[in-house]
């Protein structure tokens, strides 16, 4: 099993770009967390869906920050319009419930 | 409101010694807990857990105490190795409902040779 993929693994883009993460989960999980994490505030979940469909998103910071999974296979994190303070790195994780299976991460760097 | 602290940002232990590490949660709707290791450039791995009905969780050199009273866990390694070094996030979740972990701020762990 490849685990958690997620692309691109670094992403450098200008302040008022819009930024679209990708995410494939390990197959078979029914549930896809997005995290983020920085010095300031850890780690925190933006968001997270159960069976494709969004549970909870009461993370995500603001209206620029949006996710889709329109399949089992793969989600989306998009910000527009990015700001520098969206610098961080962006972790996807799937699991079967319980224990969470993380992803590389993508290093967002917003100038 | 931070609901699972690692009040220590770093701990620094010799090879071959115990280190030990803790987490502290307000939320006493929390029953289940885990440990994630995260090396640098790489996600969080998954360690060990522990659910609120037993206080202790063994697996290999690695082992997870729960004090419910005191709302309070704590990770042991022992012997420690210098492989070990590596940031370690204490999170805590409902088994029933809600899939989110909440996690603490990670404790950063450096085994001297």
């Known amino acids: 099993d490849a685990g958690v993929i997620q692309s691109p693994r670094h992403e450098v883009t200008e302040m008022g770009q819009e930024v679209t993460l990708r995410c494939k989960p390990i197959s078979g999980h029914n549930s896809l967390f997005w995290y983020r994490q920085t010095m300031m505030r850890g780690l925190e979940l933006l968001i997270y869906f159960n069976n494709n469909v969004p549970i909870d998103d009461s993370g995500m910071p603001e209206d620029r920050f949006s996710a889709k999974m329109p399949n089992a296979s793969f989600s989306t994190l998009k910000i527009q319009p990015s700001e520098p303070r969206d610098s961080a790195v962006y972790f996807c994780a799937s699991g079967p419930g319980g224990e969470q299976f993380f992803g590389p991460g993508t290093r967002l760097t917003v100038l | 409101d931070q609901q699972v602290k690692q009040n220590s940002p770093s701990l620094s232990v010799q090879e071959g010694r115990i280190s030990i590490l803790n987490c502290d949660y307000t939320?006493?709707?929390?029953?289940?807990f885990l440990w994630y290791k995260k090396y640098p450039a790489e996600g969080p791995t998954f360690l060990i857990s522990i659910s609120s009905i037993k206080d202790k969780n063994e697996d290999g050199r690695f082992t997870v105490f729960l004090n419910k009273s005191a709302k309070h866990l704590s990770l042991h390694i022992v012997p420690s190795q210098p492989g070990d070094s590596a940031v370690y996030f204490c999170?805590?979740?409902?088994?029933?409902?809600?899939?989110?972990?909440?996690f603490g701020q990670g404790t950063r762990l450096t085994i001297n040779p």
């Open positions: 999170a805590a979740k409902r088994i029933q409902g809600a899939q989110k972990l909440v």
């Open positions: 939320n006493s709707m929390f029953d289940y």
